[in-house]
């Protein structure tokens, strides 16, 4: 993954921080839990989630869904060490491992998991590689199962688009005012970067169409951040 060293300049507290310039953070990693609570009534399942990062997005899915378990994947070494400490209350429920998205998922076997959610991870990859990550969230999935992500997803009017870009560079503005222009220009960047590879919400529910996914619906959005669930 060429953009690992950049995604290494938004770990712990500046990842914190970075919620200062998403206001609807934690609301969009409830509607991602949310999707399962709603899907499964609090069974016993077995989820899978990719780019756990120190585990805001796993926190979320083993709050909500008490008796649910995680694999829970990240290819970062520092991350999964602190997603260790941070989610060991959950203990026995979550299992954290540092290993690559598409070989972790791959290594699963066909038919097994009930859930397969992600947040703010698949719209940092190459197109192939997330065509790759979605073709094996689908292998995974029990017939019935369900496919959640929340992340940053273009819409498909470009005016819209420019409107939402526009409106992030925005709240980037907070850094200034707690002295940090530091990660205003970070920030700034990356999103331009992320820009250039934008994950189009249209073409990325097409490409889940034909692998097979149905009822692929957008259940929430705030800007440019979406969530999208699908069923196998
Ligand atoms: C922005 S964080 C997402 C954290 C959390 N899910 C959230 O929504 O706030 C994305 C994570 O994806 C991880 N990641 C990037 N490429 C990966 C890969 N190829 N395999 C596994 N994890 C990867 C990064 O290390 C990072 O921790």
Redesign the pocket.
Known sequence: ?NR?HE?DR?AGEEYELFKLACPHYDEF?TMIAQQITERFQNKNIKIVE????EG??TRKILEMNPKSTVYA????KA?TALARQMLRRYHGRVHVEQI???EGIKALTSGSIDAFA????IH??PETYRRQILSESYRILTPGGIFVN?DKYARADSAEHQADLEWQMEQFNIFEQINRPDLKELWTAHNLEDDNIAMKEDESKETMRIIGFKNIRTVYRNHMEAVITAEK
Do not use: E, P, S
């Open positions: 993954m690992k995604q938004f990693q990719i780019g756990c990062a805001y997005t994947i990240d290819n970062d991350r690559d998205a598409l992600t947040g703010f991870t940092n990859f929340g």
